[in-house]
């Protein structure tokens, strides 16, 4: 496993539409390895190809339940609606609220093709949408409705 460079914001690559995964071979699985890995060094809950440019549609998830690697997601279904902080590995140093499903029912496959379908809620949801959103060349600071803005006091805790 290798970490990976991260795309920042301003690099156009973030805004390209992902290609569908369609040859499930070593050189996927070393990529899904490395996203994870990526992920971990980096303190995220997601992380999407494209973030380490690679235009495929290949996403990887941990909210604290565990490691979920979906290719070729799709969100099939939406329920709810949740207002909630996000950050992105790719926007460092900024967070924003953006509204979300509170549950969503993600359909895709596993590394070896196997379909998979999730059902997501809360966290794993948003997580899910944002990573999904990736994908298509969207990302949170493009919905947010209200930047949050460090305070002079949280400045302070964190120096
Ligand atoms: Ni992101």
């Not at 070729?72 to 590995?89: K, M, Q, T």
């Not at 809360?122 to 460090?150: K, N, P, S, T």
Request: aromatic fraction near 4%.
């Amino acid at each position: 496993m290798a970490l990976r460079k991260i795309a920042y914001i301003e690099d156009d690559i973030l805004r390209k539409k992902s290609r569908k995964v369609e040859t499930f071979d070593e050189r996927l699985h070393v990529l899904l390895d490395d996203m994870a890995e990526t992920m971990y060094k980096n303190n995220g809950c997601g992380l999407a190809a494209p973030q380490v440019s690679v235009l495929r549609r290949a996403i990887v998830m941990d909210v604290g339940e565990g490691l979920i690697e979906v290719v070729n997601p799709e969100i099939v279904s939406r329920e709810g609606e949740v207002d909630g902080v996000e950050g992105c590995l790719s926007v460092p140093g900024r967070q924003g609220y953006v509204l979300r499903p509170q549950k969503v029912v993600v359909r895709g496959q596993d590394r070896n093709g196997k379909p998979i379908e999730l059902t997501c809620e809360d966290w794993l949801a948003r997580c899910a949408c944002h990573e999904i959103d990736h994908l298509d060349g969207r990302l949170y600071v493009d919905i947010m409705h209200e930047e949050v803005f460090q305070t002079d006091e949280a400045e302070e805790e964190k120096s």
